[in-house]
């Protein structure tokens, strides 16, 4: 990763580089840690540079003396300066300008905007207090604004309202307050009978929004930092004969941290996207809700990682603390970010930014739309036929079985197809028909349209495709656990082709599927992952047993599969013979390739069937898990974020991020939270029969940890993969 996490296009690289750039040669950390012994927490010289640069005005329109930008470059510039705690008043005066631009009058946003574009006006935002207005008149208290102290422009909430006030105002009084976080200063504002520069009606929900935003933005460098500095002592720090990083608890230590990083980066990226505070108001709250929890969550564990010497004074480590404490508590004052996003599913307004597609899509999305239109002509018995000839099943596969669309091309296709809400442009609002999901049997087909003969791809793909065959994945093994490259199911080779023994477990739908795609070591003596061929199993063929083992839900999902020397004919090895570990891979990857996967699983409990199970409950309990249900909540929509910010790097053309990596281990968790969170609103009702949906949830989640390797495994991937810890001596 660069500079920035918030970045993607070249542009935002290039702005986040600046910034940094710029921060490390005025020394911003050193100069942070100088304000612990009474040095500025309003430095010039910082000041000065940033506005020579146009920071302050990044996000003001040009007609004010600004660069005309907008949040997404703001967020960039305040990522970095989170990252290195940055001291001074940028984030309130930034804030604050963005409620001024985007709510205030013409003449307003004409007199104030120069002045904090420029840098030659300070301000602060205040959140929170009994503020009433008469007229222009004003009085009442804020209690805690971050960087009155320095302001000349004060920014403050009053009901519904924004006022703006000059600090040096009669009856305008600001009380320093001695703050957590020495960095940044935080005073009251006490208002007795002052003159309002300006009365902003309805605005106070704007204000909380780009607060919000922007505050985010900065948890996001806040976060990452914590993470890069526990990562790179963990790398070098040695106990008990080696580095701390080899040591499984501190991998998931790290990978916990990562997650909470990229789960804000891609809430904080997806708010800072819509410049319409209105639209952007659900996104905003989700952004705070990750924020809060993740700078605190990575600044504390980045404490617990370095060990004593995290503790020390002089240790920088207490400073990202100290800021992430500030942050979080200001992040929520005046409105409670998780009530928000409790209240945005209950009312519909559950949704981030709409992603806008470059105009070169134009075309894809008109042949799209023509196909949605002419898939609802057709009478039912014809839908997927027409679905495999024009390449809409599978769009991301090659041709001549799919469009081979590009991340463009796909994303046209999912939007008209799927239109936020459940309707497509081209149906006039109706539900359009749903695309069989191949789900198992697709990932194997793509195997082997990717690496089958010929004969295999016209044996078995269009069948696939039409839906007259499935098939499984013959890959788990009997205490082989998450490790899928330990095979022992072996193959000897007799005339025309293999005998195959062994036993293969937790095989999905193994007793519905004609063929399975298997695992098998055709060379003993070769390496774990040498030595492995693929081959295609038909599994009515003699010596094949499936045994399905009933779950924990009293359905039979998972089979265990045993092959008593199975004759497998030459024409069915896919692949090269001892290479099939590069054919596995490429099966284990193929469920990521199309636009819309790993966004999230069905559970068959939503997000609205928990706020259903909150609204019914007692007060008392409602009111004990409202908290517990916005996490929830906004962890789940955030988990599309990261598949859209996977493909607005695919559009940019850089290089994948690891939110790939990061969803399969969220979507699992995060089910399991929501269905935790139903059982316990639900009550006894939910194990008396009244909620078979919600129970049979919970119950099927219990799996999704353990299946396609368990989360402990995943976190260990994560760590040595992503973060670049070694792997435990012991294993190599």
Avoid at 104 to 118: C, F, S, Y
Avoid at 306 to 324: N, Q, S, V
Wanted: net charge negative; hydrophobic share 45%; with cysteine.
């Amino acid at each position: 990763m660069g500079t920035s996490a918030l970045a993607i296009t070249d542009d935002h690289n290039d702005l986040a580089d600046s910034a940094t750039g710029l921060l490390h040669r005025l020394g911003s950390r050193a100069a942070a840690r100088a304000t612990l012994e009474g040095g500025p927490s309003h430095p010039a010289g910082f000041w000065t540079a940033a506005a020579d640069l146009g920071w302050q005005g990044l996000a003001i329109p040009e007609a004010y003396g600004g660069s005309g930008f907008g949040l997404p470059e703001l967020a960039v510039v305040l990522e970095a300066q989170g990252r290195e705690l940055c001291p001074g008043p940028f984030l309130p005066t930034v804030a604050a300008a963005v409620v001024i631009d985007r709510c205030g009058t013409d003449p307003v946003r004409t007199q104030l905007l120069p002045g904090l574009a420029d840098g030659s006006t300070t301000a602060a935002l205040g959140l929170s207090g009994h503020i009433h207005v008469s007229g222009h008149t004003v009085f009442g208290a804020s209690p805690t604004v971050l960087g009155a102290p320095d302001a000349a422009l004060l920014v403050l909430v009053a009901g519904d309202d924004v006022v703006i006030v000059d600090a040096k105002a009669n009856g305008v009084t600001v009380i320093a307050l001695e703050s957590a976080d020495t960095t940044r200063s935080i005073g009251s504002v006490n208002l007795d009978q002052a003159k309002a520069i300006a009365v902003i009606r309805g605005a106070a929900p704007k204000a909380h929004t780009a607060f919000r935003i922007l505050a985010a933005a900065e948890a996001v460098g806040v976060s990452w930092a914590a993470l890069d500095m526990a990562v790179e002592y963990a790398k070098v720090r040695e106990q008990f004969g080696r580095t701390i990083g080899t040591f499984q608890a501190v991998k998931h230590h790290a990978a916990n941290m990562l997650v909470a990083a990229e789960l804000t980066t891609a809430a904080a990226w997806d708010a800072a996207r819509a410049d319409d505070l209105d639209d952007a108001w659900f996104g905003a709250a989700v952004a705070a809700t990750q924020a809060i929890h993740s700078q605190v969550f990575n600044a504390e564990n980045n404490i617990q990682l370095h060990g004593g010497i995290g503790f020390t004074w002089e240790h920088d480590a207490h400073l990202y603390l100290r800021r992430a404490l500030t942050l979080a508590a200001l992040t929520g004052d005046g409105a409670d970010p998780l009530a928000d996003v409790v209240d945005g599913q209950r009312s519909g307004r559950a949704h981030g930014a709409s992603f806008a597609l470059p105009e070169e899509a134009a075309e894809y999305r008109a042949a799209a739309r023509d196909a949605v239109a002419t898939l609802q002509s057709l009478a039912e018995d014809k839908r997927r036929d027409f679905l495999v000839d024009s390449g809409y099943l599978v769009p991301h596969w090659p041709k001549p079985w799919g469009r081979d669309a590009g991340v463009l091309e796909q994303l046209a296709i999912e939007e008209e197809f799927r239109a936020p809400g459940g309707t497509s442009a081209a149906t006039g609002g109706k539900k359009p028909v749903d695309r069989p999901d191949l789900g198992i049997t697709g990932w194997v087909t793509l195997t082997i349209a990717q690496a089958g003969t010929d004969d295999q791809r016209e044996r078995w793909v269009y069948p696939v495709l039409r839906g007259e065959i499935m098939w499984c994945q013959l890959f788990s093994e009997p205490e082989a656990g998450s490790d899928a490259a330990a095979v022992r199911t072996s193959a000897k080779k007799v005339e025309g082709g293999w005998l195959v023994t062994g036993q293969k477990v937790w095989t999905s739908l193994a007793q519905y599927c004609q063929w399975g795609l298997a695992t098998v070591r055709t060379d003993p003596d070769a390496p774990k992952h040498a030595g492995v061929t693929m081959m295609a199993i038909d599994m009515k063929a003699p010596g094949v047993t499936v045994n399905p083992l009933k779950g924990l839900t009293g359905n039979a999902h998972f089979n265990e599969v045993f092959l008593d020397e199975v004759f497998v004919p030459d024409a069915d090895v896919v692949g090269d013979v001892n290479k099939g570990w590069l054919v596995a891979r490429a099966t284990l990857g193929n469920e990521r390739l199309s636009i819309g996967a790993g966004s999230g699983a069905q559970s068959g409990f939503s997000a609205d069937d928990l706020i259903a199970l909150l609204d019914a409950a007692p007060p008392e309990v409602a009111a004990g898990l409202r908290d517990r249900a916005g996490a929830v909540i906004a962890e789940g929509h955030t988990l599309r974020l990261l598949n859209l910010r996977r493909i607005s790097r695919a559009i940019a053309g850089t290089g994948p991020g690891p939110e790939g990596n990061v969803t399969k281990l969220v979507v699992a968790e995060q089910g399991q939270r929501q269905t935790e969170l139903g059982m316990k609103l639900a009550g006894p009702a939910a194990v008396t029969g009244q909620t078979p949906a919600l129970t049979q949830a919970y119950l099927g989640y219990r799996a999704m940890t353990i299946a396609g390797g368990t989360s402990e495994i995943t976190r260990n991937t994560i760590a040595e993969r992503i973060l670049g810890l070694p792997r435990d001596p012991l294993l190599k």
